[in-house]
């Protein structure tokens, strides 16, 4: 039989179409990684839990993606593309991003739309659940939804649209650089999640009248620990998903700028190992080690394209030993942020971006772009706080007006598994309860010293 050779034409076709199928398996495995931060956030959750509250805590993270993912195909995904000069938005480019589009959907001619989509579904769900952990044990379940739909399906597609699109203003006009989401993503969830604390009051029992501060303690350190532990890992598809797959070219990052995964792969891990021991010099406490090593990467995460590797250690370590103190400012001011995620997020991601201002000034931007300055990435930072603080206080505001945003005193003490899931994460253990406490105030002070949890075996 004969064999024909393959015309120039026919192997420039195939060239092209397996760096377009390669585009698109390297973003499907980083999505599926990201799954893993989800996985990792309700373990956390459910171990910084008491047992009478570790269902909740999980099934807020579950509803969370249930929620966000149609919220980002229905209405975020025309946010992100409609709306880089602001508040105005490009109609052309919005009403492609609509559901109805040709390219939201199944389209033998499109194989990128879907798998960015997926990427920015899965973003859009970790702020959900960064939100989850700041209010475990007295929120309604209900708002709790509202509030994740409004951070993960608009908020932080708007942030992702000014700041992390390639014609964002923030880049265009003010060089904003932040190439692993440490503002529009960590920054905007973490503010937004301060906000909803300051309305949602402290829990039962944690601050006494004097204001000294009472330790709830999470019945499973372990399961925190490990939940952290694939957050991290998880993280790796997440900072893949900031990266763009060129075609018979150089990496870019989100704003067209060459870089590599070697520079990703340095400056992540040395972040993270920095954080994990600025944490422990200052705490010596598994769960904040364990968080310091996401402070170090969060801290990292605007340069990671551009530092040297030991200057990546450093700025996790530092930032990372500073986030405990954040945290313990908080509880000061009795704002009850449960597991840290403001200390963590919020000022994790405004740290960096500052941090990044002073060592990346002056580095070129591209296609006539302004130059990385520190006024832009600090005003930057002012923008993403005020884009997760603002909506996020008057929302959860409003739902507190209404009696919307926190469970009854007697449904917190008995616990949220049994008042909003209903059912027992272990129902072979019997929770044994102290003196019985009366909520007295919105910032949670008590009239008595209560024995928070106690467990036995049955």
């Known amino acids: 039989m004969e064999q024909t050779t393959p015309t120039l034409e026919e192997l420039h076709q195939l060239i092209e179409m397996t760096n377009t199928l390669n585009m698109e398996i390297f973003y499907w495995w980083c999505t599926a990684l ?97 939100l989850s952990g700041a209010i475990i044990e007295r929120a309604r379940m209900s708002a709790f939804i509202i509030l994740t739909i409004a951070l993960g399906g608009v908020l932080w597609l708007l942030a992702a649209s000014w700041g992390w699109h390639p014609e964002g203003w923030l880049t265009v006009n003010w060089g904003y650089h932040d190439v692993g989401a440490a503002g529009v993503v960590h ?88 954080g994990l021991i600025g944490a422990y010099l200052t705490t010596r406490e598994p769960f904040w080690m364990m968080s310091g090593g996401l402070v170090g990467i969060i801290s990292v995460a605007p340069g990671l394209d551009l530092y040297h590797p030991g200057l990546a250690y450093l700025i996790g370590m530092g930032v990372a030993a500073a986030a405990p103190l954040v945290n313990n400012f908080l509880l000061k001011m009795r704002l009850d942020d449960a597991v840290g995620a403001f200390a963590v997020h919020g000022f ?16 070129p931007n591209v296609n006539g772009m302004a130059d990385i300055s520190f006024t832009g990435q600090v005003f930057g930072a002012i923008v993403m706080a005020s884009l997760g603080f603002i909506p996020g206080y008057a929302i959860s505001y409003g739902l507190k007006k209404v009696g919307m945003l926190r469970v009854p005193a007697h449904a917190e003490e008995r616990g949220l598994d049994l008042t909003e899931v209903p059912a027992q994460a272990y129902p072979e253990w019997a929770a044994m309860y102290g003196t019985s406490t009366t909520l007295t105030g919105t910032d949670g002070t008590t009239e008595t010293t209560t024995l928070i949890v106690e467990t036995k075996p049955a």
């Open 34 to 130: 990201m799954i893993l931060i989800h996985a990792g956030f309700l373990s956390y959750e459910i171990g910084a839990s008491r047992l009478k509250n570790a269902l909740a805590a999980g099934v807020k993270n579950i509803l969370a993606f249930g929620f966000v993912v149609p919220s980002v195909f229905l209405v975020g995904w025309a946010i992100y593309n409609g709306f880089p000069d602001g508040l105005v938005p490009r109609m052309d480019d919005l009403v492609a991003a609509l559901p109805w589009s040709e390219a939201m959907g199944p389209n033998i001619q499109d194989n990128a739309t879907g798998i960015f989509w997926g990427a920015f579904a899965l973003f859009a769900a970790t702020t959900g659940s960064i």
């Open 187 to 274: 920054m905007v969830a973490g503010f937004f999640a301060l906000a909803v604390v300051m309305n949602l009051g402290a829990r039962i029992g944690r601050f006494n009248k004097d204001g000294s501060v009472n330790q709830i303690v999470g019945h499973s350190m372990p399961m925190s620990v490990v939940g952290l532990m694939l957050i991290i890992v998880g993280f790796f598809g997440f900072l893949g998903g900031c990266i763009i797959y060129n075609s018979g070219a150089q990496w870019i990052n989100i704003y067209g700028q060459p870089t590599t995964l070697s520079a990703f792969a340095f400056n992540t891990l040395m972040g993270f190992a920095g």
């Open 348 to 363: 994790g991601g405004f740290a960096g971006l500052v941090i990044s201002g002073i060592f990346l000034a002056g580095y």
